[in-house]
């Protein structure tokens, strides 16, 4: 199964007086992270938002947080489809500090029409794009 | 048991280009509303972070997002205790506007020193705030 | 001139490891601060972005940051119009903990159309209320 | 004298439902650009932060916003040093899409103490990396 990889600096600004990385934040990453998987298999965001009135709604998200995040760490990001509807897809995220796992993410999006913020089937296009991602063997 | 509610408003820098909540948003309220909670059991985070040392990371966050919430919306948050450890809280988060659950959420807390970032056993009068919270009859 | 005022408390989540508000979180507020006194002259964003397609950008905005939040203060805002132009709206806002003002911002915001992203003149409605706004006599 | 010079991508959550970069974004980006630059000139925010307890308040914002981002835009940082003084520092960033000035904003920040939050002055080690760097003719 293919995996997308890329990574994201945990700045100041992400961390919370504790010291540590504010949740919140890292979930903003996540969704950059997931724009940034979108635009490598070839539907940026703007074309499916703006052109397609494609949305697509997270309708389950499970984090589990295993170790902490500081200030200045390098934040290695994979991703994966662990299963892929006709309406919907399920995306592992997990995320590393060197061979450390800080969390992981079990995401779960499904597509919309943003005029009736109702659910539809992948148009058949980007179906395709996913299952090809899906089926690519990994080079990890 | 005992129920925390308070309101929060959906504004426009909490949505995103599809016009609706932007979810990381979303747990920057939750993270605020279970501060607010800490508050109202006597715990105020300043004390505890600042004074006491003892952080409340949170470990395990799973989340339902049911319905869509637009710019403007009244958000009412309940909270609830459904565990208690001797070092973890469990807390039931749910999130309506007016009739209508937009999102659940079951969040897992643990105490911990922010010196070494380690798990701690509650201190004696803290797990007494929470358990005398949880075991409070709610009027609601 | 008119004031519009209202508080908001400085949450964990809004401060940085430096144990201090995190100066972009206080732009958060200020743009919600904007957003509510919009609602309260009778023009919720909603409708003003939505139905009606116009946008008010910020086109300039000069701070002065006069002493450090920290987290758990609360916060009150004050806003006034300082200028109204034809197509545009200087506001003043000062922030305040107790008797200390921790920051202070004036900021220019021009009426656009949503569609083609220019600036327009004020709809004659919105014109009147802000003028309205301006002229009556504070209470404060 | 010497520019650093950074790339971000504007994403989706960095923007607003009326489909431009929501500005108090653009703002901890700043942020991150400007903790990036202190790395390179051999200052990590940690290490400054946490060790050293120093802190770098900004004191002082004026930003001018001259065109919309737009979900997906590359956004070119550029940042310079206009004014070095025994306890503070002016920087001044520039921000582009291709060849258009997006925004610029003046930023003066002051050395503190993070134990008194009190000015200080620089210490000698960072007065003189920040005087390099002024110094330092730019290969731009």
Request: net charge negative.
């Given at each position: 199964?293919?995996?997308?990889?890329?990574?994201?600096?945990?700045?100041?600004?992400?961390?919370?007086?504790?010291?540590?990385?504010?949740?919140?934040?890292?979930?903003?990453?996540?969704?950059?992270?997931?724009?940034?998987?979108?635009?490598?298999?070839?539907?940026?965001?703007?074309?499916?938002?703006?052109?397609?009135?494609?949305?697509?709604?997270?309708?389950?998200?499970?984090?589990?947080?295993?170790?902490?995040?500081?200030?200045?760490?390098?934040?290695?990001?994979?991703?994966?489809?662990?299963?892929l509807?006709?309406?919907?897809l399920?995306?592992?995220?997990?995320?590393?500090?060197?061979?450390?796992?800080?969390?992981?993410?079990?995401?779960?999006?499904?597509?919309?029409?943003?005029?009736?913020?109702?659910?539809?089937?992948?148009?058949?296009?980007i179906h395709?794009a996913l299952q090809?991602f899906q089926?690519?063997?990994?080079?990890?």
């Amino acid at each position: 199964m293919a995996r997308f990889e890329t990574l994201r600096t945990l700045r100041f600004g992400d961390c919370d007086p504790a010291g540590i990385a504010y949740f919140p934040s890292y979930f903003h990453f996540l969704n950059g992270v997931a724009e940034e998987w979108w635009d490598a298999i070839g539907f940026p965001w703007r074309l499916l938002f703006q052109e397609r009135r494609i949305g697509l709604p997270t309708v389950k998200l499970d984090t589990q947080f295993l170790a902490p995040g500081f200030m200045g760490d390098s934040l290695h990001f994979s991703l994966e489809i662990s299963a892929l509807g006709s309406r919907s897809l399920t995306l592992e995220h997990e995320v590393m500090r060197d061979e450390t796992v800080l969390w992981r993410a079990t995401q779960v999006v499904v597509a919309t029409s943003l005029d009736t913020h109702k659910s539809i089937a992948w148009p058949v296009d980007i179906h395709a794009a996913l299952q090809s991602f899906q089926e690519t063997p990994s080079h990890v």
